[in-house]
């Protein structure tokens, strides 16, 4: 299946699942041995394969890909621990410059919490969220602080994937110290542990009991992204959404509560994208006619993206739609397609940036007891019907909305508030960052009324 991706989750049923830890209990990289060395000449090997058939540019944007790949070989054989091989292997990739172009590297035994998010908002980046009773929380970490250091890398929104990519998907690690700038201008070095959980190193997916606790663990981690939409009297329908990963029927289903309302705010902040088919469906909603949304450019001549209209079930009543610097993908797509059709207006933070239609590609290394890794490979840009990508650029919204250092600790969400005032809405920003809090552990699914005054 294709997808429009930069979050990419899947869960495998094999007969035995090996997933490899990069840390020790005590936190600390293992030394790479003989065995290691080879696993990651393999997987070099694999992802070359992978790269020179299924990259969309067959040119591979001038890179040299054996020098590059036999480079990468040679440090493999110097690294120094586990953790340094799959950084060399990932920085073979990121040589792309390519934001759907990914190493994703075998699962590990420990799942590292940080206890705190991040995000650039304009040109900074700042912490949005502290987990309750975490260490953050305990060594005083605020929402609204400025990062401006994390173990002396510097945060900005040009290299903010790269620390989480780093942090989150190549290197765990135990702890780490950060540079932050409070509200009030002061500058504080702050010393963070992580919460490091321990699994088992071997699931043997042939035991129903494993299986049910593997797919639990899945769904509690898809709980926390779930869908959530407020009705503000019979007028406004908010629609939070946190990722394009619906079914057709599920995205009719969802349309035919907003159909009941004459005006729709549609939040994507912090939307990374998803799946193809579901923009698709969802785009033919808002429109009596069949829209063509892009051209992909590929090895190979694609068929264009068309969002096919719902008839006369089409939604007529207005739109906003909220984008931030973590809109990705499917989202920046339907945010750009609605303005270039004069659709709808869009507020908030030029978007991410990442837009390039890619597929996963899954490897595993062993027979018997094997381990897994892939890359996510991009196949086609996507170019808009203004015949201009998305990548690198993102979306500029028709009113950029930036909130402040102050507002961020005080939970104020003044984007919220002009899509409501733009929808004839009065909203107070306090009220309105109260609608969906951030959520750390399992929750139910639920459906708030708000009482709004008439503006």
Same mark, same amino acid.
């Given at each position: ?51 020179? $058939?299924?990259?969309?540019?067959? *040119? ?14 040679? $440090? ?93 998907? +190549? ?68 629609? $939070? ?38 923009? *698709? ?55 750009? +397609? ?90 107070? =920003?306090?009220? =309105? ?23």
């Amino acid at each position: 299946m294709k997808v429009l991706v930069s979050k990419i989750r899947t869960v495998f049923i094999v007969v035995v699942l090996l997933t490899l830890s990069f840390l020790d209990v005590n936190g600390q990289q293992p030394k790479a041995d003989k065995k290691d060395r080879q696993a990651g000449q393999e997987m070099l090997k694999a992802i070359k394969s992978d790269i020179k $058939k299924h990259y969309y540019d067959p *040119n591979l944007r001038g890179i040299d890909i054996e020098t590059k790949f036999q480079e990468a070989s040679e $440090k493999v054989e110097q690294a120094a621990s586990l953790g340094q091989i799959m950084g060399i292997i990932a920085q073979a990739l990121i040589a792309f410059d390519d934001s759907h172009t990914r190493f994703l590297p075998p699962s590990r035994t420990s799942r590292t919490e940080y206890g705190w998010t991040i995000q650039a908002i304009g040109d900074k980046c700042f912490v949005t969220a502290v987990k309750p009773k975490s260490d953050a929380e305990t060594k005083g970490l605020k929402v609204g602080d400025e990062v401006l250091a994390i173990d002396n890398f510097g945060a900005s929104r040009e290299n903010l994937w790269k620390l989480r990519y780093y942090y989150y998907s +190549l290197r765990p690690q135990p702890g780490m110290s950060l540079l932050v700038r409070r509200p009030n201008g002061k500058e504080e070095e702050i010393r963070i542990l992580a919460k490091v959980a321990t699994g088992r190193k071997v699931v043997d997916l042939t035991n129903p009991n494993e299986i049910f606790d593997m797919i639990r663990k899945q769904e509690s981690e898809d709980s926390l992204n779930r869908h959530r939409y407020i009705n503000i009297g019979d007028s406004v329908f908010i629609w $939070k959404m946190p990722q394009f990963d619906m079914t057709e029927v599920q995205v009719d289903e969802m349309m035919s509560k907003v159909k009941k309302y004459p005006s729709l705010i549609l939040d994507l902040r912090g939307n990374g994208g998803g799946l193809v088919k579901m923009l *698709n469906r969802l785009a033919g909603h808002f429109f009596d006619r069949d829209v063509k949304i892009a051209d992909f450019k590929g090895r190979k001549e694609l068929n264009p993206q068309i969002a096919k209209t719902r008839g006369d079930k089409f939604y007529k009543g207005k739109v906003v739609v909220l984008i931030d610097s973590d809109s990705g993908s499917a989202a920046e797509i339907f945010a750009r +397609l609605m303005q270039l059709e004069k659709r709808g207006t869009v507020l908030g933070d030029r978007s991410a940036g990442a837009v390039m239609m890619s597929r996963y590609h899954q490897r595993q290394l062993g027979v018997d007891v094997v381990s897994f890794f892939g890359t996510s490979i991009t196949e086609a840009d996507v170019i808009m019907t203004d015949g201009k990508s998305l990548e690198k650029t993102g979306v500029a919204p028709d009113e950029t909305i930036l909130p402040t250092a102050q507002e961020l600790a005080g939970q104020k969400d003044k984007i919220m508030v002009r899509a409501a005032e733009i929808l004839g809405l009065k909203m107070e =920003a306090a009220e =309105a960052g109260k609608m969906f809090p951030v959520e750390w552990g399992e929750i139910v699914y639920i459906r708030t009324k708000i009482r709004m005054k008439l503006k």
